[in-house]
């Protein structure tokens, strides 16, 4: 009888999946990190080797190698035009749970990230101070590297929480939708979820709301596995508790850690449900001109684009313009905008100004965190534009909603 293969160390799955990469290069063009710096060891092929060797104990994992590690921003853009179809998104989450979390990781600045009870308090606080008007001239004070002085930056203005999403009749035989709200998303994108159960319920779904905590994705991105696991274990309880048939998160940021820790659930955002019904739902017209952001977790995540646009251009007299992908990522990046802070602000110059060619009345955008980032960097000529999620929009237009 045959022995059965022991299982793979961490280290040696590094090196199987490094060793699918054939070096052909066709990964540089996409690679917004390499296109900053035109280092190779920027690339995702320069990562893979550097990977490769710590894994296999042929480099230790100094400052000054890592950092290259750190810098990237999972986009996973190399990904999609692989030839060899390297994991590569997989290679990097198991490389940095190798080598842990960077040394000035600004953990006390995630944990309350993490934590949407404290999100909330934190908002209530900035909304009675009035943080909204001296946040900059706080930024300021702080140095240009400093992740606080960038959460500043980022922080949105004080807003009405938004009314609960309206109840509406089901058939007992209606598919149940399970609501993942996450950390961030569950406060600071609170009127796309609302909008999105109002979609979901036009649509036919019966939909349920879990409740809100972090999927893990800081963790996991961050070489913090421990963390990341337990996570993991809690979203796999929730969901088991739901008796759901799909899983949805309105920021598709949350979409690929909560499939690692789902294998085999239907995991989706919103945009896809909602198109394969795009029969049932109408729209008031609206003309106005829209840019459209595609975060790259909408694009090399979810892989909706298409259907999203769809139901955009179901809204009647809508100018609707997809904003040109050459830089690729606007740099946001999950905690990228807040490690890195000005990388970010180099990636989100370029797609600032890509938008800019659009000359919208409103910006759109999915991912919570690049609306933020991208708000941030906005500035007075002519760069002031709206933002809003994409299902808020639909939703508002929706016949027959309030």
């Known amino acids: 009888m045959a022995l059965e293969k022991p299982p793979y160390t961490r280290e040696q799955k590094i090196a199987a999946l490094a060793d699918q990469c054939v070096q052909c290069g066709l990964c540089l063009p996409t690679c917004p990190t390499y296109g900053l ?21 042929d480099a230790e994992p100094t400052e000054s190698l890592r950092i290259h590690l750190d810098h990237c921003l999972g986009c996973l853009n190399c990904e999609r035009v692989c030839p060899a179809n390297v994991k590569y998104g997989e290679l990097l989450v198991e490389t940095r749970a190798m080598i842990g979390p960077m040394k000035h ?20 606080l900035g909304g009675a101070t009035g ?10 004070r702080l140095p240009a590297q400093s992740a606080w002085r960038a959460a500043l930056e980022t922080l949105p203005d004080a807003s009405d929480a938004p009314k609960p999403a309206p109840s509406a009749a089901t058939s007992p ?3 149940t939708v399970a ?18 159960v109002t979609l979901l319920r036009a649509a036919g779904y019966r939909v349920i709301r879990l409740p809100a905590f972090c999927c893990g994705a800081i963790d996991l991105h961050g070489g913090e596995m421990p963390a990341a696991e337990a996570l993991a274990e809690r979203t796999r309880e929730t969901w088991q508790a739901s008796g759901a048939a799909y899983l949805v998160t309105v920021t598709p940021g949350c979409l690929g850690t909560l499939r690692r820790a789902l294998p085999g659930v239907a995991v989706d955002d919103p945009i896809s449900l909602l198109a394969a019904r795009i029969d049932r739902l109408h729209f008031r017209p609206l003309a106005r001109r829209m840019a459209l952001h595609l975060p790259c977790t909408q694009v090399n995540v979810a892989r909706n684009e298409a259907a999203l646009q769809k139901l955009l251009r179901a809204i009647p007299e809508l100018d609707l ?43 759109l955008s999915s991912n919570i965190g690049c609306r933020l980032h991208l708000a941030a960097g906005m500035d007075a ?13 639909l939703a508002q237009q929706l016949e027959d909603s309030p």
Not at 131 to 140: F, G, Q, T
Not at 381 to 386: D, I, L, S, T, V
């Open 105 to 124: 990781r600004p953990r006390g600045l995630l944990t309350l990230l993490k934590q949407p009870t404290l999100l909330r308090l934190a908002a209530r």
């Open 381 to 393: 000529e002519g760069r002031r534009w709206p933002h809003m999620h994409p299902l808020t929009l």
């Open 173 to 175: 035989e209606a598919t």
């Open 37 to 57: 710096d035109g280092n190779e060891a920027e690339s995702p092929r320069g990562r893979i080797a550097i990977a490769a060797a710590l894994a296999r104990g």
């Open 131 to 140: 943080l909204a008007h001296w946040k900059r001239s706080l930024a300021a």
């Open 321 to 363: 313009h997809a904003v040109p992908r050459a830089p690729y990522c606007c740099g946001a990046a999950g905690t990228h905008m807040l490690e890195f802070p000005e990388r970010a602000a180099r990636l989100r110059e370029a797609t600032l100004g890509q938008i800019a060619t659009v000359a919208p009345q409103q910006l």
């Open 179 to 196: 609501l993942f709200p996450g950390c961030v998303a569950s406060v600071e994108d609170a009127d796309a979820e609302v909008s999105a």
